[in-house]
């Protein structure tokens, strides 16, 4: 007897902007997404460390992640939020840009990140290309290209010991 198995997707990723780049994480990480508060400052922490902000009786250190990766802060406007996930062992929560979908992905779509120089390991994982909703509720199939980031890359685990 023959069975067919249908081609199930290896994982799903939750895709984000910051400015006009794509991002996903593994939704695996994802613990919940927060509308943006200001949270708390903190002194002599690193300047993409926003401060920190209660999560159900947990102190979760809130990272600018624009500034985090070396780029111009984000602006705040009504789509940001703040993706509060686990990496090195503990939370964080991330600023972006806005949210855009959860997407699912095989292994195989992932594509390696180039090789360059660069000062700090590299934080990208990989790269795949994604379809992208339209505003008119249809998918572009050719869609755009996300970058993948590698949560536990970010070296963060100082930082949040500093923070938390």
């Given at each position: 007897?023959?069975t067919?198995?249908d081609?199930?997707?290896d ?19 994802l613990?919940?997404i927060?509308?943006?508060e200001?949270?708390t400052?903190?002194p002599?922490?690193?300047g ?7 999560l159900r009786?947990?102190?979760?250190p ?12 984000s ?8 993706l509060?996930?686990?990496i ?15 997407v ?5 779509e ?13 934080v ?6 994604i ?20 949560l536990d ?8 010991d500093m923070?938390a």
């Amino acid at each position: 007897m023959t069975t067919t198995t249908d081609t199930v997707a290896d994982r799903k990723i939750v895709t984000f902007s910051l400015g006009a780049q794509t991002f996903g994480i593994d939704m695996r990480a994802l613990i919940e997404i927060r509308e943006w508060e200001e949270p708390t400052p903190l002194p002599n922490v690193p300047g993409f460390i926003k401060g920190v902000t209660n999560l159900r009786g947990n102190v979760v250190p809130v990272v600018g992640l624009a500034e985090r990766l070396g780029w111009e802060p984000s602006a705040i406007h009504p789509r940001s939020c703040v993706l509060v996930v686990h990496i090195g062992g503990k939370q964080a929560g991330f600023l972006v840009d806005e949210v855009n979908d959860i997407v699912a992905i095989s292994e195989t779509e992932i594509q390696p990140a180039p090789e360059v120089e660069t000062l700090e390991p590299s934080v990208i994982g990989g790269l795949v290309r994604i379809s992208t909703r339209q505003k008119d509720g249809t998918r572009d199939e050719n869609g755009t290209m996300a970058l993948l980031l590698d949560l536990d890359a970010l070296s963060l685990t100082k930082h949040l010991d500093m923070a938390a």
